[in-house]
């Protein structure tokens, strides 16, 4: 069977199951869910070679609304799972929905190693910055002193940074954007393109237990100024005509926002977007004033279950036709007459 | 291959013995394990029967000379019939005197003690809380002892050969194996063709460890050897004709994992996280990629079980091994592969518990963690190896039982079963049985929870097959459609469901039924898992002593054999030994709500038949007065 190769053009219905969404009126989710539903027809992708896999979460429901195979395991091992799948059946495409609490808190270990492993999927991290079915408390990327139910006087964890954190796990593919944002389906497809695990933030806001926390970011009006959209080979300019950007400051080794037009800077300052450079990607993580959005970082690498099934190709060619006797035989026998 | 006769290496007329048992013993850098299974290799192709229990510290190098740091493996080969590594060793070889002070009361009286007195200086005694050597203190006296320089002896042998004095030192147990072969007339072809191919790369090395092992031969040959010491000979034992080789546990399970999934033309995903005494079953898997097999060395238990359930959804046979402490973490997972109803392979290869409890030590106290350890009610299939060899056996029966079910199992085996070692018949694997798997094909009315009528099995549909695109999950499903069901009654008609599908599974085990003696009499002793060997030799010697007293053996733990109930009750008495504080008992009791009573070790030792044979007896003369 062939992966991927529709026999017919699908649509966005074929991908939709008849299952009711189940999600707060105005959770981001939904918009999540329209943007994937939207792209996976033009993408080639056919229903029966498409898995989603979830771990444990408001975010983890997804899978119930795809018609495609799916899979809603156990809270923070939906990597683990993913790719035991991808071992049994590496012809899949295989997406796992995670998000805050579920890919950093319980499950951040196995989000490390699916992402140093580079593991053939996509890796959808929900952030909403709290945590949602549990009804409310401060998770790993909530920001000190959010006051929730089990931190009445404030949170005093400090946040992690996802995009960091996988590029910490040498991840080869990071990306980030928002729910509401219209070229979300443009960087999930980017992530769908990418050979090895392909890890996308997505900024999503939780209306019940955190709503707005992204609003500078996402609203129309205030999103241009802090909206970074990142193009290989461009220069790294934002706001609301362009006007801005990032220069690299020699003196701190650290990136910079600057003005095109004030104190004599000019649009040669301005960095260009190199997704291929780990140290750029690792600076754009956490930008002082803006948020950088788009592919972050991709540098294809060797795929593990490439290597996997390589070496037992190998295998076959070195030892031949598995042969059981044999191997029962192994060493040393002796007949008793 | 060779035959069976024992090869006559020299002239000198050889005492018969009908059996011995030995136990090498000396520092965990010693290299004792591979003289012990070096030894095992040659003793097998004698043609003896054989059973062995090597015993380590899990300490990887413990520092020198240390009690603690003592490595022991004990062999026990015989001209007969044998089931376990014996009871009390015959000889004892203590390269130095902290593995004297370890064993020298495990061994008989008037046994034969092998010491290498080159170990025996000041530092090593007082490491080994000696005040005064036991070499002349008189407390070795019930023993007959050979006292050499080995340390010397093996320094001269490889003198000339260019070796460092450390590496010519570490030749010291080959020159032991070399003296033992030649007490005990066993060829020493095998252990020069393996140094050679050991040490192919350092042919120096090889060279140097040949000749210890020819010096002490040799030694053996020349020296005047105090009186009542000779030289012996254990006949062939009479097997049943066939071709054997030597298996421990653990080679066995990775076998029959192979085995069972061929049977079922379908490929291994194997995941696992390191852990004592499971690990070499991933290394025994890892090299069968050609056989379908992929392994996967998992970040962490959970991760290991996990990627296995993600296989079996994805229609290989998922297989996750462990110990104890890794199936308390896999749990959870297990439990989404009983409520998803995914097939799925766990082998417990149990130590000492709890906790990280004793690593390198046996024990059978996982009993209940398998059958209940789980939270909800969450029922699998769960089975138990009696013999090294079994293992194969059982690893066939645990991948057929979770396909034809869809079903989790739970392989129990021991680290006393994986570490040890027996003679194995062969099988005839073309005669094994056959159970492929058929995956749903049919869009046409597909419902992900519809069953066979007869086994409760689900169907198996895999992502790929186009039609069949559905979603599973652990959240409980309405029976049939697989949807998402609060229901009160679904979930009470579900829990039901998965229950009386795992009793099913009892209609395909085969009736209970006694092992050994009447089906009617005294006392029943029930038994599970490897004290199978121990129990056996020790009910063979009870009826030898006119007790009516039988053995019945349980290789399938959960559901319990048809007909157990019955036979419990044929007894005036049932009795329950275990290595752990009373599992299968209460499992017994509750099912049944028969008497049974306990027989607990918890020493991380296997039972010796003499304790066996002695706990019946009290009971049984209890009962008479």
Not at chain 2, 599 to 625: C, H, M, W, Y
Request: with cysteine; net charge negative; glycine share 10%.
């Amino acid at each position: 069977m062939s992966p991927n190769v529709p026999e017919k053009q699908y649509t966005r219905k074929d991908f939709s199951s008849d299952q009711e969404v189940r999600w707060c009126p105005g959770c981001g989710d939904y918009a999540i869910l329209a943007a994937m539903q939207r792209i996976l027809p033009g993408l080639g992708s056919t229903p029966e070679n498409t898995v989603f896999i979830s771990g444990i979460g408001c975010s983890s429901r997804f899978p119930y609304y795809m018609n495609t195979y799916g899979f809603h395991t156990i809270h923070g091992r939906a990597p683990a799972i993913a790719t035991g799948l991808k071992l049994a059946n590496p012809e899949l495409d295989v997406w796992v929905i995670t998000g805050d609490g579920d890919g950093l808190s319980i499950g951040g270990n196995h989000l490390l190693h699916v992402l140093r492993r580079n593991v053939d999927l996509q890796l959808l991290l929900f952030n909403n910055q709290i945590y949602g079915l549990t009804k409310g408390q401060y998770s790993p990327t909530s920001q000190v002193g959010m006051v929730t139910p089990s931190s009445p006087f404030g949170s005093v964890d400090q946040p992690v940074v996802p995009a960091r954190f996988a590029l910490g796990a040498r991840a080869t593919f990071v990306a980030r954007s928002y729910d509401t944002s219209k070229r979300l389906p443009e960087t999930l497809t980017d992530a769908r393109n990418h050979d090895g695990a392909a890890f996308v933030e997505i900024l999503q806001n939780c209306p019940v237990f955190n709503d707005g926390v992204f609003d500078l970011i996402t609203d129309r009006k205030t999103g241009p100024a802090y909206q970074l959209w990142l193009e290989n080979g461009q220069p790294m300019l934002f706001g609301a005509n362009g006007e801005k950007g990032l220069r690299m400051n020699l003196e701190t080794l650290m990136l910079e926002v600057v003005t095109v037009g004030e104190d004599g800077v000019t649009e040669a300052d301005i960095v260009v977007h190199d997704e291929t450079n780990p140290s750029l990607a690792w600076m754009l993580t956490d930008l002082p004033g803006v948020v950088a959005l788009g592919v972050l970082y991709r540098q294809p690498g060797p795929v593990y279950n490439e290597s996997v099934a390589r070496q037992r190709e190998l295998a076959k060619e070195r030892f031949g036709t598995p042969d059981l006797e044999a191997l029962l035989r192994e060493g040393h026998t002796w007949t008793v007459t | 291959m060779e035959t069976s006769a024992a090869a006559r290496v020299h002239p000198t007329p050889r005492e018969t013995l009908d059996s011995v048992v030995i136990r090498f013993a000396g520092d965990s850098g010693d290299g004792m394990q591979l003289t012990g299974s070096q030894f095992t290799t040659a003793t097998a192709a004698a043609g003896n029967d054989l059973a062995t229990f090597p015993d380590f510290p899990a300490e990887i190098r413990a520092p020198a000379g240390t009690t603690y740091g003592v490595s022991g493996f004990q062999i026990h080969f015989a001209a007969h019939d044998i089931r376990t590594p014996g009871d009390a060793p015959d000889v004892l070889v203590a390269m130095n005197p902290a593995a004297l002070k370890v064993n020298i009361d495990a061994l008989k009286r008037g046994g034969l003690l092998v010491v290498n007195t080159g170990a025996f200086n000041k530092n090593n005694l007082a490491k080994a809380g000696y005040e005064e050597s036991p070499l002349d203190d008189g407390s070795l006296d019930p023993f007959r002892i050979l006292a050499i320089d080995i340390t010397k002896m093996t320094l001269e042998s490889v003198k000339g050969l260019g070796l460092g004095s450390k590496d010519a030192q570490r030749c010291k147990n080959m020159w032991t194996l070399g003296l033992m072969y030649w007490l005990y007339g066993r060829d020493r072809r095998s252990t020069v063709e393996w140094l050679e191919e050991k040490f192919a790369k350092n042919p120096k090395v090889a060279e140097a460890n040949v000749a210890a092992l020819n010096a002490g031969h040799i030694y053996g040959e020349n020296a005047e050897l105090p009186s009542g010491i000779g030289a012996y000979e254990v006949p062939a034992a009479k097997l049943e004709p066939g071709e054997y080789r030597n298996i421990s546990g653990n080679e066995a399970t990775a076998w029959g994992l192979v085995t069972g999934a061929k049977l079922a033309g379908i490929e291994i995903v194997y995941g696992s996280y390191p852990i004592t005494p499971a690990s070499n079953l991933l290394h025994n898997l890892a090299r069968l990629k050609q056989f379908g097999v992929t392994t996967f060395q998992a970040e962490d238990e959970i991760a290991a079980v996990s990627a296995a359930v993600g296989a079996s959804f994805g229609g290989a046979i998922g297989v996750t091994g462990t110990s104890g402490p890794g199936v308390a973490l896999k749990s959870e997972a297990i439990g989404l592969a009983i409520a998803t109803e995914l097939p799925l392979v766990i082998v417990d290869v149990q130590r000492g518990g709890p906790s990280t409890g004793l690593p390198t030590k046996t024990e059978q106290s996982d009993l209940f963690q398998a059958v209940w350890g789980r939270n909800g009610d969450a029922p699998l299939a769960v089975l138990a190896a009696a013999t090294p060899g079994d293992c194969f056996y059982m690893a066939v029966e645990a991948v057929r039982i979770a396909l034809k079910y869809m079903t989790p199992v739970m392989l129990l085996t021991d680290g006393y079963l994986a570490n040890g070692a027996e003679p194995w018949h062969l099988p005839d694997i073309d005669a094994l049985e056959s159970f492929p798997v058929e995956f749903h094909r049919e869009p046409e009315g597909f419902r992900p929870f519809s069953r066979d009528k007869e086994t409760l099995a689900r169907v198996w549909a895999i992502p790929g097959t186009p039609g069949l695109e559905h979603r599973i999950g652990g959240l409980e499903k309405q029976q049939d459609t697989g949807h998402i069901s609060y229901d009160p009654e679904n979930h009470h008609m579900m829990t039901k469901l998965r229950a009386a599908k795992v009793q099913r599974i009892a209609k395909d085990f085969p009736q209970a039924s006694i092992d050994q003696g009447d089906a009617r009499g005294d006392m029943l002793v029930v038994g599970w898992g490897s004290t199978y060997g121990a129990i056996s030799q020790a009910v063979r010697s009870l009826r030898e002593r006119g007790h009516k007293v039988s053995h019945l053996h349980l290789r399938n733990i959960w559901p319990l054999p048809t007909g157990l109930g019955d036979l419990l009750r044929s007894f005036g008495s049932v009795l329950v030994p275990e290595l752990n504080n009373g599992q299968l008992v209460k499992l017994l009791r509750a099912e049944y709500l028969v008497d049974a009573e306990s027989l607990t070790k918890i020493a991380g030792q296997p039972f010796r038949i003499a304790e066996l044979v002695e706990a019946v007896e009290d009971r049984l003369n209890r009962s008479l007065q």
